[in-house]
């Protein structure tokens, strides 16, 4: 049996955890959020959630990939042989994020280019849509490829092959020692400077102004456990797959509340660096902050480099924006890509450099559709099915299993053993209960909604080749793949750890 790698130091995997967990979201997506619902008073759902959700669930993924050192497939193997499928079906809802996710990544490396002289002209959007995107008339209608942009998410893939191919030690752990530390530093010079501009402290008014009577809203708590799941790496195998590297001795329990605490802190500062630059530009154009807002792709290519251009050193701020764009999107991107290059080799028996390599080709070809004139359209409905059906449903279902139908006690036994501080009876209490109930209220409503009024506009054909059969494919392919033998180390463990 081959020795499983190990991450060298403590320090290096949490930078790699909190690595997965910061990316682009927590730049383009809390700030929104939080702005839409209540504000400052948002921070305390988004608070209650981290303590009875995020943290919760990232400890158990964290004490199940130690335990069981594997691949998801491979782990959920251990458990129980008919549970497989469970890994497989978040491999490859992993592998269709890491497809579409990079092309994100591309275009904020051709941004970093376009930053030194704002290349991006006064129209930003005209700019991004019409130019740079050169969108078609409808997710249907492809065009051809853009190959400036296909030659970025080349770009892309081949930083993610060269980290991965170096290994667990030598590639992804110093690679978080680089970027993390960087993408921490350009955000707090970055914030430190939109601070300063004139109506900046208009713009936090608006994101931090507290509306208390939000919390009596359900969506709100619904919006801040929504937005914590997405944004920690949970539920789709990456982390448990992160923990499996793990050394024997390894602090479950302070590992996760670090990454959680630090995931969390960089969303605020995002926040402060985001509405301070809303708010100068606002002030600049003579309008409400509200105009300005927006979240998403609109915001990091559209509304701030319209933004830039009205700030002093346009070029400098720019580049050091795009730059903390690209090292939150790559940290997480190959987090993402890990997850499947570890099951590729577990299931496949191949050595990691084959197994890198192959990924990235196809990762690669794959996601051209992404880099087509429609690429936006594609990009957009399938990120929404995938998150909603596959990311919830994948994490519904394993907190289910792992909860419910294992021995929960057993895990929680491991976890202690291996930490400086012990979880007590909240912590089953919050996995069996909260967790569970939280998600299933989300993916009901989600699904309620779009089969009612459908998504974005797009039409029917798109949304169900795009996003409805899309999300089948990957569950059914899941659970096929359970038909053939994985490697497996070690002895199966259901006797144990799963209840009768």
């Known amino acids: 049996m081959k020795q499983r790698e190990q ?259 960089f969303s605020i500062i995002s926040g402060i660096l985001v509405f301070s630059v809303l708010g100068n530009m606002a002030l600049n154009q003579g309008v409400g902050v509200d105009k300005v807002v927006k979240s998403g792709v609109g915001l990091a290519f559209v509304t701030i480099p319209k933004a830039i251009n009205y700030m002093p050193s346009p070029g400098l701020f720019g580049t050091l924006f795009f730059m903390a764009l690209i090292f939150a999107g790559l940290s997480s991107q190959i987090s993402i890509c890990e997850t499947c290059v570890s099951s590729l080799m577990g299931k496949f028996d191949m050595n990691r450099k084959k197994a890198v390599t192959i990924y990235c080709l196809v990762g690669l070809f794959a996601g051209t559709i992404f880099v087509t004139n429609s690429g936006l359209y594609v990009l957009d409905i399938v990120d929404h099915f995938i998150n909603n059906f596959g990311v919830l449903a994948t994490g519904l279902v394993e907190i289910i299993f792992l909860s419910w139908l294992c021995k929960l006690e057993l895990f929680q036994e491991h976890i202690n053993h291996t930490s400086d501080f012990a979880v007590g009876s909240w912590w089953p209490f919050c996995l069996k209960f909260v967790t569970p109930l939280v998600l299933g209220y989300m993916s009901i409503a989600n699904l309620v909604g779009d089969l009612r009024n459908g998504y974005g506009g797009y039409p029917g054909d798109a949304l169900f080749y795009f996003g409805w059969f899309l999300v089948v494919m990957v569950a059914v392919i899941g659970y096929l793949l359970q038909a053939t033998a994985v490697t497996v180390p070690g002895e199966i463990t259901q006797a144990v750890e799963l209840k009768r």
């Not at 269709?96 to 904020?108: C, N, T």
């Not at 051809?144 to 081949?158: D, E, P, T």
Request: hydrophobic share 55%; with cysteine; proline share 3%.
């Open 7 to 265: 991450w060298g130091t403590r320090a290096g995997f949490v930078l790699a955890a909190i690595g997965s967990a910061i990316g682009l979201g927590n730049i383009w997506r809390f700030p929104y959020v939080a702005y839409e619902n209540g504000g400052g008073a948002f921070f305390v759902p988004y608070l209650f959630a981290m303590l009875t959700a995020g943290i919760p669930f990232l400890i158990l993924e964290f004490g199940v990939g130690h335990k069981y050192r594997g691949s998801a497939p491979q782990i959920f193997a251990k458990l129980s042989r008919r549970w497989e499928w469970l890994g497989w079906w978040q491999i490859l809802v992993s592998f269709v994020i890491s497809i579409y996710y990079v092309a994100v990544v591309g275009w904020s490396i051709s941004y970093l280019f376009l930053a030194f002289n704002q290349g991006w002209g006064v129209d930003t959007g005209d700019f991004f849509f019409k130019e740079f995107l050169a969108l078609s008339d409808g997710p249907m209608d492809m065009g051809g490829i853009r190959w400036n942009i296909f030659a970025s998410v080349a770009a892309a893939w081949g930083i993610c092959w060269f980290v991965l191919f170096k290994g667990v030690k030598r590639g992804i752990e110093m690679a978080g020692k680089i970027f993390m530390p960087l993408l921490f530093i350009l955000v707090l010079i970055i914030t430190v400077r939109a601070v300063t501009l004139p109506g900046s402290l208009e713009g936090l008014n608006w994101m931090f102004k507290p509306d208390f009577s939000a919390l009596l809203n359900i969506d709100v708590w619904v919006a801040a456990y929504g937005q914590l799941f997405y944004s920690l790496s949970i539920g789709f195998a990456i982390m448990l797959t992160y923990s499996s590297y793990l050394p024997k001795d390894s602090d479950i329990n302070n590992n996760a509340f670090i990454t959680a605490f630090a995931n969390c802190g």
